[in-house]
């Protein structure tokens, strides 16, 4: 019998090909969407999952709260003290590690880079991660000796080819030599952190560096990541219900108050939840969203769901084709259990030939979905027995989920009636296929509608004004190596006449803005504590104008006045912070800034420093000399239409003064498109599988549209007989459909303004959802719906009436 099914499977294949082709393109196309992103899905939730103790680690961040209780900043480091002190008080924990990230110039004979992933590490950190030494002792001895380095793999390659490392010597920054005592297997992909070099914690106590005291004793400098691996089964919420104590009890109270715990706090953050789930203002690399994940995923089940419906509706629109083949077979005692279990049978090989096709669309798309997604990916991610067993079971699920209604509606015909000819629809089951299109075309126009907001938003984004000069400024990173040759340094730039200006400052537009000191006010002649976040950057006299930004009262710095050195600029938000009516009224204020007197000499307008998730955060510019931040990047403006000229000079002036530097450099704008290539990504990806969406949905049309001509084939044949044309049987045959259209976005509209409106709130400024997407939305999906059921009445209406009406 199950061979006789088979046969009657793959003889309807054969017979009815178009049909056939169809229902396998669909449901190919369907299940290739679900490989692809479930591929997608496996790569972002497998982040660390590598390391043996993944689900016992955690990383220490740290909360800075303002006076009023709100949240001013939330860091993924911590201050160096911490991770001793924790291991000393709770000595549950088994391991604890410090991970210092660092930028630096290695030189080894006449090779030499910017090294911008140099981490030091102690010898604790082969406890709580698993790291592969390829070359050298263990990691524990190869970290012991201060100035010992470690070398990724690829790190090796990079400077010593075939080469063996080991005992060499290499230089960092021009100042320290240190000794290669290992070298590692470079993390894998799906690692939250990436280092090139491993560099002995234990380098940090020379004074030179950082200082043996600063270790023990600096509360500030929040650079240090700090993870605890803890016990089997410890529950981690358990310990941090003590940190608040553990706070109070060691920070000094003179810097932070009889109760520290109060202005900053603890918290311990799951290694493996880190990628998806923690988007912190200092992480170590940029992190996924697990609301992206969940964003494909649905995608991925609404584009598997709408390719199962269109299996339905072109199973059912070709049952007249069986009608007579299922009365006989009930006739000669075939049970409708039989005829329910064949019909499934033939859904399953379907759905099974459409998986084998899906396995090889996955292969070829997979390099174009990894461009799209920014992600390495790779078939390999399926080769797991938990991946295998579902994906052989999906035929089934897929199959007899798809397969259902058609099997139960193609046995449940009366054999009397279909052999007398006499073969008629349920209206329930024409309303319930309707139902099912009218849901399959709901989805594709959500999926069109939040494909153009997202691009909207993109185009908003690009066009808004941010306050400032982006375009043509070339970055390069400072040294303190220029800080005696700066002023020749810019002089020679500027010689050139398309460099227009230059300036240093401790951060760049497009960073973020994390660096705070505590600001007080002059009110009635004594300083006040001001309770506000006030950000500062360190920036010297051409800042102002090599970033074209406004000032709206004052003036900006000038080496005409000395005591411009004990001076601040503000911006607008930082005068209504502060509580000044207008930025006139704060010019000639007092102030103490990071314990540093001065006066407010200038206010500048308002502009986006960061992205613009972020609102604008109240600004102070200071001189490096207030706090110790110092310079970190050189902007210069250029212009003129020689770009690689003008950058090539800038090279030359740069090997003259620091011939023992590598010279790097990026545009502004490339860093600005940077902020926002998740939603540029998200966009191409919606815009992708919302045409896969619509064009499934409309095979199912096609199906359904079919199934009606079929049953009105006389009715048309009647009509062309009486006279009636083209034109007027299919807007007959077409309104019928178009209403089912016009139904489905009804009820798109509402659905997709609420989660593009829940989208957009992720940006501090935003576009606004216009009238004019939704009906752009709804006319697209009518038009390719009224041009696929035109397709087919048009084939009808062009038919010979004669054999239409002769026809039983």
Not at 273 to 279: A, E, G, K, N, V
Not at 576 to 581: I, M, N, Q, S, V
């Amino acid at each position: 019998m199950v061979k006789n099914y088979l046969k009657l499977a793959i003889r309807n294949l054969r017979r009815h090909s178009m049909t056939s082709f169809i229902n396998l393109s669909g449901l190919a196309i369907g299940l290739t969407c679900c490989l692809l992103i479930l591929i997608y899905i496996l790569h972002e939730t497998s982040y660390d999952r590598y390391n043996q103790n993944a689900d016992r680690v955690y990383r220490v961040t740290r909360q800075f709260n303002g006076p009023n209780g709100s949240i001013s900043l939330h860091l993924g480091t911590v201050a160096p003290p911490f991770g001793p002190l924790l291991q000393n008080d709770f000595p549950d924990i088994q391991a604890v590690t410090r991970l210092l990230e660092n930028g630096v110039v290695l030189r080894y004979q006449d090779k030499k880079f910017n090294e911008d992933s140099l981490f030091f590490a102690d010898e604790n950190l082969s406890k709580v991660f698993d790291i592969r030494v390829v070359a050298g002792s263990s990691v524990a001895s190869a970290l012991k000796d201060p100035y010992s380095l470690m070398l990724s793999e690829n790190t090796a390659k990079k400077y010593f080819g075939s080469e063996d490392p080991l005992d060499k010597v290499v230089r960092l920054d021009n100042r320290f030599d240190c000794k290669i005592t290992g070298v590692f297997k470079s993390f894998p992909e799906n690692a939250h952190l990436h280092p090139s070099m491993l560099l002995s914690f234990n380098t940090l106590n020379d004074t030179a560096i950082y200082g043996a005291e600063g270790l023990r004793s600096n509360w500030g400098n929040n650079a240090f990541f700090t993870y605890l691996l803890l016990p089997k089964g410890y529950p981690a919420d358990k310990l941090q219900a003590q940190f608040p104590a553990f706070l109070d009890r060691h920070m000094p109270a003179k810097d932070y108050g009889a109760h520290p715990s109060k202005g900053t706090e603890l918290f311990l953050q799951k290694l493996t939840d880190i990628h998806l789930h923690s988007h912190l203002d200092s992480e170590a690399e940029e992190n996924g969203d697990i609301q992206k994940v969940y964003l494909f995923g649905a995608i991925a089940l609404f584009i598997l769901l709408i390719a199962c419906i269109n299996y339905m509706n072109l199973s059912t629109a070709r049952s007249s084709l069986r009608a007579r083949e299922i009365g006989i077979r009930k006739a000669i005692g075939a049970m409708r259990l039989e005829l329910i279990v064949q019909f499934l049978g033939e859904s399953v090989l379907i759905t099974w030939i459409a998986l084998v096709l899906a396995l090889g669309l996955t292969q070829l798309m997979l390099p174009f979905m990894a461009r799209l997604s920014g992600v390495s990916l790779s078939m390999g991610m399926l080769a797991t027995w938990k991946i295998w067993i579902p994906l052989v079971l999906m035929p089934f699920v897929v199959g007899i989920l798809s397969g259902l209604y058609p099997a139960l509606f193609l046995s449940g015909f009366k054999p009397v009636k279909v052999l007398k000819g006499v073969f008629k629809v349920n209206g329930s089951d024409l309303s319930f296929r309707k139902v099912l299109v009218v849901l399959q075309f709901s989805i594709s126009i959500v999926l069109i509608i939040a494909t153009a907001v997202v691009f909207q938003q993109i185009r908003f984004i690009q066009s808004k004004s941010l306050g400032y000069n982006r375009q043509r400024q070339v970055i390069i990173p400072y040294t303190s190596d220029l800080d005696k040759s700066y002023e020749s340094f810019k002089a020679q730039l500027l010689d050139n006449p398309h460099v227009r200006d230059m300036a240093r400052s401790s951060r760049i537009p497009t960073g973020r803005l994390l660096d705070e000191e505590g600001v007080s006010v002059e009110e009635n002649g004594a300083l006040k504590s001001a309770n506000i976040d006030l950000k500062y950057v360190n920036a010297d006299f051409d800042f102002i104008p090599t970033y074209g930004i406004s000032m709206k009262a004052g003036r900006n710095f000038s080496k005409a006045y000395a005591t411009d050195s004990a001076g601040f600029i503000i911006n607008e938000s930082a005068v209504a912070a502060l509580g000044w009516k207008s930025p006139g009224e704060a010019i000639g204020k007092h102030l103490s800034y990071g314990g540093e007197p001065g006066m407010i000499i200038g206010v500048m307008s308002d502009f986006n420093f960061e992205s613009l998730h972020q609102r604008i955060s109240p600004l102070i510019l200071t001189y490096p000399t207030k706090n110790n931040g110092g310079y970190n990047n050189i902007s210069i403006s250029i212009e003129g239409n020689d770009v690689p000229a003008t950058l090539a000079r800038i090279e030359q002036t740069w090997k003259r003064f620091l011939p023992e530097t590598p010279y790097q450099y990026n545009f502004l704008d490339e860093r600005f498109e940077h902020l926002y290539i998740t939603e540029t990504r998200q966009g191409t990806i919606f815009t992708l599988f919302s045409g896969i969406a619509i064009f499934i949905a409309c095979l199912g049309l096609l199906g359904l549209s079919a199934f009606a001509i079929s049953q009105r084939i006389k009715e048309i044949g009647i009509r062309q007989v009486l006279g009636a044309g083209k034109g007027s049987i299919v807007q007959l045959i077409s309104k019928d459909f178009l209403r089912l259209v016009l139904i489905a976005v009804l009820i798109a509209f509402p659905v997709a303004w609420y989660a593009m409106h829940n989208w957009l709130e992720g940006f501090a400024y935003r576009t606004q959802i216009h009238w004019w997407i939704f009906v752009l939305a709804g006319g697209v999906a009518l038009l390719v719906a009224f041009i696929t059921i035109s397709i087919q009445t048009v084939k009808a209406a062009s038919a010979n009436p004669i054999k239409n009406l002769r026809t039983e």
